[in-house]
């Protein structure tokens, strides 16, 4: 790169130099390997969260985290200065809702706590109120005349019971 015709290039101007990089928080190169960090950690914390359909979200919030830790560094270090404090504040609050809706942090994994046990629940009554429900059927294909059908429908039944709570214990 030269400042005008017939000036030799200054190899410090590359393109890819840090010359010009304080903190990097401003910087997509910086940001993206600092993000290729934090999705690694992440990966490995939790290793469902690379899913297919997950992946644009969870390179959003891997940016948005590596955007932050690099402004808290820069803060830390005692680079304060308004543009990168709002710069923090931002990433923060973005990483903070893409993180809730990733199933990262402490209140969504409440949530997800919570689903698991009201799921848990369903199986459990389902389990144990089908051989009612199983017997109500039966006497009902009776006082139609369809007795003979009871069987199918009983097979059909537990497959999908067996279905439902498999794993579940």
Not at 131 to 142: G, K
Request: charged letters at 25%.
């Amino acid at each position: 790169m030269t400042c005008r015709a017939g000036h030799s290039p200054r190899k410090d101007f590359e393109p890819g130099h840090e010359l010009s990089t304080v903190h990097g928080a401003y910087s997509p190169r910086r940001v993206g390997e600092r993000a290729d960090v934090v999705r690694a950690e992440l990966v490995g914390l939790m290793p469902g969260i690379d899913d297919p359909e997950m992946a644009a979200p969870l390179a959003l919030y891997c940016r948005a985290t590596a955007r932050e830790e690099l402004a808290h560094e820069a803060l830390e270090a005692g680079n304060l200065s308004p543009r990168l404090l709002e710069a923090a504040s931002a990433a923060a609050r973005v990483a903070k809702e893409l993180g809730d809706a990733l199933g990262i942090g402490p209140r969504a994994a409440a949530e997800l706590r919570q689903i698991r046990a009201q799921t848990a629940l369903s199986v459990a009554t389902l389990a144990r109120e089908a051989p009612v429900v199983l017997d109500a059927v039966q006497r009902t294909l009776a006082a139609l005349g369809l007795a003979g059908r009871s069987e199918e429908f009983n097979r059909t039944l537990a497959r999908q019971l067996a279905e439902v709570t498999d794993g579940e214990g």
